[in-house]
T-cell receptor, first 113, second 111 residues
Framework: DSGVTQTPKHLITATGQRVTLRCSPR?????VYWYQQSLDQGLQFLIQ???????AKGNILERFSAQQFPDLHSELNLSSLELGDSALYFC????????????FGPGTRLTVT | KNQVEQSPQSLIILEGKNCTLQ??????????LRWYKQDTGRGPVSLTI?????NTKSNGRYTATLDADTKQSSLHITASQLSDSASYIC??????????FGKGTMLLVSP
């Protein structure tokens, strides 16, 4: 158990809908990272927050947004969902930003039908 | 464009045997290189993190090497166990936080 929690575990929704994925980092960790893992793409870095502020951006679509709250939990919002958004979404946390070890949560499996 | 290439794509070995996985990268500026183990459907677990000045790092039966000149890394697994069956992902960090992931090597350890 990494100490990172993600909810929900599974999510099934229809195209065009909007969903919110939630992540609670390990106690004491200030950085939260979001990743998308599709079958054919491998892990893709989406976005990082550090202590409430956006720190780095990867291949995140404009339909996706994220935020980190004062209690350090983070949410990833996915809107206007398409079939291709079906994937595993992982959250990871680390104590700082940079060359720190990242601890991954169990993931949320999103299925768009 | 930053890229991480891993080989082989998949590998089957007998329990107890050793194996070596390869990672080649074109990432600039280089910050660090990580190896992760990912069991199917679960989050990746960090095995090693190496910075520019480190050329070998071990974690139990896992030993990672880094050649920053040739931009190559390898992960050597000694005396493989059935529980080593997983995907092994090489990740290279460019600059402050940007991570570039390889597609992984799928290892199957057969009894």
């Amino acid at each position: 158990d990494s100490g990172v929690t993600q909810t929900p575990k599974h999510l099934i929704t229809a195209t065009g809908q909007r969903v919110t994925l939630r992540c609670s980092p390990r106690s004491g960790d200030l950085s939260v990272y979001w990743y998308q893992q599709s079958l054919d793409q491998g892990l893709q870095f989406l976005i990082q927050y550090y202590n409430g502020e956006e720190r780095a951006k990867g291949n995140i679509l404009e339909r996706f947004s994220a935020q980190q709250f004062p209690d350090l939990h983070s949410e990833l919002n996915l809107s206007s969902l398409e079939l291709g958004d079906s994937a595993l979404y992982f959250c990871a946390s680390s104590v700082g930003s940079g060359s720190y070890e990242q601890y991954f949560g169990p993931g949320t499996r999103l299925t768009v039908t | 464009k930053n890229q991480v290439e891993q080989s082989p794509q998949s590998l089957i070995i007998l329990e107890g045997k050793n194996c070596t996985l390869q990672c080649n990268y074109t990432v600039s500026p280089f910050s660090n290189l990580r190896w992760y183990k990912q069991d199917t459907g679960r989050g990746p677990v960090s095995l090693t993190i190496m910075t520019f000045s480190e050329n070998t790092k071990s974690n139990g039966r896992y030993t990672a090497t880094l050649d920053a000149d040739t931009k190559q890394s390898s992960l050597h697994i000694t005396a493989s166990q059935l529980s080593d069956s997983a995907s092994y992902i090489c990740v290279v960090s460019a600059g402050y936080s940007t991570l570039t992931f390889g597609k992984g090597t799928m290892l199957l350890v057969s009894p």
